[in-house]
């Protein structure tokens, strides 16, 4: 089954530093891999995603993507965190049925002033 | 433009009872799709349709019926409601031309089974 890890429950990064938001994926075939993220009470944004061509995704927010075949990875990174990145960031993929997404469980980023 | 909306926002259910979440979408999408979201488990799919006239079952399917009512609208039925249904329900949906296709989602229904 195509599926995806995020080995992280929580990221904690200073305001100002770079931050990087960990995704494993384990597929057959081409991934397509995504980003959501959730704010409090919020329904899931998406924020990039990964179909083919060049291994950095450019996102929303400033954020990206690095897609790297080798380690099987997708991490979400920014250079430079705000307090306001704050909130709970899904890593997916697609699932075989060309339909679905298959989430991470998710892991909570806290930008600290 | 108002993308997935959905109703209610909130609903505290009794064991046994039953209810039905709206969603709509007005991005004339076709397909649609309903994921309950419970802490430390992601979000899991529930049912999805991939277009109109069609639905299947995803992860977690047992306890929910649904309805595609038409193109823009996707009901998620609980039919006698059980603690064990207490989540964050979130519909979403995907213009569906190809796996690239990005979901969008909606705010989500925040659902308590006593």
């Given at each position: 089954a195509q599926s995806v890890a995020q080995p992280e429950d929580q990221v904690n990064v200073a305001e100002g530093n770079p931050l990087t938001v960990k995704c494993t994926y384990s597929v057959s075939g081409n991934p397509y891999l995504f980003w959501y993220v959730q704010y409090p009470n919020r329904g899931l944004q998406f924020l990039l995603k990964y179909i083919?061509?060049?291994n950095l995704v450019k996102g929303s927010y400033g954020f990206e993507a690095e897609f790297n075949k080798s380690q099987t990875s997708f991490h979400l990174k920014k250079p430079s965190a705000l307090v306001s990145d704050s909130a709970l960031y899904f890593c997916a993929v697609r699932d075989r049925s060309g339909y679905a997404l298959n989430f991470g469980k998710g892991t909570s980023l806290l930008v600290t002033p | 433009n108002a993308g997935v909306t959905q109703t209610p926002k909130f609903q505290v259910l009794k064991t046994g009872q039953s209810m039905t979440l709206q969603c709509a979408q007005d991005m004339n999408h076709n397909s649609m799709y309903w994921y309950r979201q419970d802490p430390g488990m992601g979000l899991r799919l529930i049912y999805y349709s991939a277009s109109e006239g069609t639905t299947d079952k995803g992860e977690v399917p047992n306890g929910y019926n649904v309805s595609?009512?038409?193109?823009?609208e996707f009901s998620l039925r609980l039919e006698s409601a059980a603690p064990s249904q207490t989540s964050v329900y979130f519909c979403a949906s995907r213009i569906?031309?190809?796996?690239?296709d990005t979901q969008y989602f909606g705010p989500g229904t925040r659902l308590t089974v006593l």
């Open positions: 083919t061509g060049d | 595609r009512l038409n193109k823009r569906s031309g190809s796996s690239a």
